[in-house]
C-alpha cells in the first residue's frame, strides 16, 4: 500500500500524472493556499478525484489564452495534464502543464514507423 494513497493532500501534484491525461473543467474557484495563505486559481475537473489543480501564472494564462480570461467559460471546457520539470530559481523541479485537449503528441502516441 502506498502511503502517498493514504495522504493525497488537497490537490493534485506533478507525480499524479506519469503519463498525460485529458480532463473536463468542472469549475474554477479562488483559494487562500499554501503556509502564506495567498490567493490562487483552483480548477477542479470532474470525476472520482476531488482535488484540485493550483493554477501557477503560467497554467493559468494558458488556460486564459485557450479559452478566454473569463474563468467561468471554462466550465466543461477539455484540458491535458501532464507532468514536465521546469526551472525553478537554481533548480529543476516537477511540475504540472496543461493544453488544449488533443493538441500536443505525447510519445506513446507516435506511430513506431520502424517496425
Given amino acids: 500500500m502506498k502511503v502517498s494513497k493514504m495522504f493525497p493532500g488537497k490537490f493534485k501534484k506533478a507525480a499524479d500524472y506519469p503519463t498525460p ?8 474557484y479562488k483559494e487562500l493556499v499554501g503556509q502564506e495563505r495567498d490567493e490562487k486559481l483552483v ?10 489543480l493550483v493554477l501557477n501564472k503560467t497554467n ?3 488556460m486564459a489564452g485557450m479559452y478566454g480570461d473569463d474563468t467561468d467559460e471554462w466550465k466543461g ?4 495534464l501532464y507532468a514536465t520539470q521546469v526551472p525553478f530559481g537554481t533548480k529543476i523541479v516537477d511540475s504540472i502543464r496543461v493544453d488544449r485537449a488533443g ?9 513506431d514507423f520502424a517496425s
Fill in 21 to 28: 491525461v485529458t480532463e473536463t473543467i468542472k469549475v474554477v
Fill in 43 to 52: 480548477c477542479y475537473f470532474e470525476g472520482e478525484d476531488q482535488r484540485g
Fill in 60 to 62: 493559468a494564462m494558458s
Fill in 77 to 80: 471546457k477539455k484540458v491535458d
Fill in 103 to 111: 493538441a500536443r503528441a505525447f510519445e506513446d502516441d507516435i506511430p
